[in-house]
């Protein structure tokens, strides 16, 4: 079979395996945020916690529980990390360098899971285990909360509230991420992933030798990581160690797990708005964006461009022979267009233009699936701003979902737009200009900018991601990494529940014969040509600085 033919096959087997699970899991997460019951569980936690589930919360109090949760999540996971020399099963690891501490405290709670130290060369058990791994849970978790928190604001007419941030918070973490990574890591140690909690050993090299290997709850912590679309890996290679993904078959499985439930919050979505044709509007958009990026990235990756990739049968430098090119280019996107970061290959060592189509799946807002709940608020934002331009055009009050798009509503979802390219292109520019942050990059020219952009690029969208070749463990780039992280997560919550909150405190207005149907593909046309011109005019020009030129250069 032949190394294109196997890469199609992938991405079939892909498809049909998340057309099965999407109607069943995207109506189990409706009736998980819909239900008014509670399980036995939950009212322990409720009552540890001091919260009242019941209790409705309007726009203001459910940011607030946002911000104080993960604020607290912040300085305890700093706190852990800088005291982990003195805990057990510390394995013998030193305690973390403050910057460093804080810049991983900010990436886990975040969603966003940078990773500028070698997993197994620095952290211990607990801190893996206690620390990391409980952020892989709950801060997915509030990315679905602040998710079906907007959605109410569509379902929900003449009241401001969203519900309550602290059910939601219980619920997507008890009902539906424990129990899908329970299952997820079951599959990966029947795979093969390590699952122990061993110490330090010393194990011979091919090359003649040793080396130090430690073991790890791994496969629980590569489910969730890969589910709750995190992306930190226990090991420095992430997911092209064999010990987290050492076949092609967990390859794929991971892949699925990365792009379920985004994909099935569509679903979610239209359930709850009561109108599952919206959802498939949205689905339509998402899978688009998403095949023809895994598709054009597998054409630039087998292109034969030269007499090494004639004989490697493509681009194979960076990526893993147990994988090839398809499941490794199948992997970048899925990973670059959700808020995930995890890799299989070296996206460094990625063609010009495949490098560039990874950061370009990261600035479109990463909505093709997007990341757990973040992805399906950022591209309800872009169905917002479709719809206001389809209401320009035809000379129209915009609607959308029976909800009026005025000023206000349009103001909150272009600041939520607009923070993560300030931040972007901010912090690359002044890095760029500084001395001391040009002193990491490895390599000069188009590629070493791209390094530089792809950073922030990642940290301000939440993904994780990096072209490797540049040296990030400093100070300048820990802090500011550390911040865009922060305000890439958190200002763009501000905006959509108040945003959400305006929304909800309509009342809905009637269709009529001049109103935009928004569930026919002609929408979900335009909201793809939409999240194209606006991604293509923040963007390109830095692109054309970066991974284009090196593109045409090559």
């Known amino acids: 079979m032949s190394p294109v033919l196997a890469g199609v096959l992938q991405l079939l087997a892909l498809v049909v395996a998340l057309g099965l699970v999407y109607r069943p899991l995207g109506d189990h997460m409706a009736r998980v945020y819909s239900s008014p019951k509670h399980l036995r569980a939950e009212k322990w936690i409720y009552k540890a916690i001091g919260a009242d589930p019941a209790a409705e919360m309007r726009w203001p109090a459910y940011l607030r529980s946002v911000l104080a949760f993960s604020a607290v999540g912040v300085l305890f996971l700093y706190l852990l990390q800088r005291v982990q020399g003195s805990l057990p099963g510390s394995l013998g690891f030193s305690s973390i360098d403050p910057d460093q501490a804080f810049n991983t405290a900010a990436s886990f709670v975040t969603n966003t899971n940078w990773q500028s130290y070698y997993g197994e060369q620095a952290m211990g058990h607990v801190v893996q285990t206690g620390g990391l791994a409980v952020q892989n849970f709950v801060s997915a978790a509030v990315g679905m909360a602040v998710a079906v928190a907007l959605v109410r604001g569509f379902a929900r007419a003449r009241t401001g509230e969203l519900g309550n941030f602290w059910s939601d918070l219980v619920r997507g973490t008890v009902r539906i991420l424990l129990p899908l990574s329970v299952v997820g890591a079951v599959v990966l140690v029947a795979c093969g992933v390590l699952q122990n909690f061993s110490g330090i050993h010393e194990v011979g090299r091919f090359t003649g030798g040793t080396q130090q290997w430690n073991g790890g709850a791994v496969a629980s912590q590569e489910a969730i990581k890969v589910l709750g679309t995190n992306g930190g890996g226990y090991f420095n290679a992430n997911s092209a160690h064999p010990f987290e993904n050492p076949s092609p078959f967990s390859n794929l499985f991971e892949i699925f797990l990365i792009l379920v439930i985004p994909f099935a919050l569509t679903r979610t979505f239209g359930r709850m708005v009561g109108s599952l044709r919206q959802g498939y509007a949205i689905l ?110 035809v000379g129209r009050t915009p609607e959308y979902l029976g909800k009026k798009i005025g000023t206000r509503e349009m103001k ?27 002193h990491s990059m490895t390599n000069s020219g188009a590629h070493g900018f791209s390094e530089i952009l792809y950073a922030y690029t990642s940290g301000a969208n939440n993904n994780g ?13 820990n802090t500011t990494l550390g911040i865009a992280m922060l305000l890439g997560r958190f200002l763009p919550m501000v905006f959509v529940l108040a945003l959400a909150g305006s929304l909800a405190g309509q009342q809905p207005t009637p269709e009529t014969a001049g109103t935009l149907r928004t569930e026919k593909p002609l929408f979900s046309g335009l909201l793809v040509g939409t999240i194209a011109i606006v991604t293509g005019l923040t963007y390109f020009p830095a692109l054309a600085l970066g991974p284009l030129a090196e593109g045409l250069a090559s």
């Open 412 to 438: 909150f979802a272009a600041c939520s737009l607009l923070v993560t390219p300030a931040l972007v292109l901010g912090f690359t520019a002044a890095a760029m200009a500084l001395e001391t942050p040009a």
């Open 284 to 393: 339509a958009a998402m899978a688009t964006i998403w095949l023809g990026f895994s598709a054009l990235m597998m054409w630039t990756e087998f292109h034969h461009g030269g007499p090494a990739f004639d004989l490697a049968g493509g681009a194979m430098e960076g990526k893993e022979t147990r994988f090839g090119i398809g499941g490794s280019s199948i992997f970048a996107v899925a990973t670059t267009l959700t808020s995930t970061g995890a890799v299989n290959s070296f996206h460094s060592s990625y063609t010009g233009f495949g490098g560039g189509i990874a950061l370009l799946g990261m600035q479109l807002g990463e909505i093709a699936p997007g990341g757990v709940g973040s992805g399906l608020y950022g591209m309800l934002i872009m169905a917002i701003v479709a719809v206001f331009v389809a209401g320009l055009m």
């Open 465 to 477: 991601s990096a072209f490797a070749g540049l040296n990030a463990d400093t100070q300048w780039f």
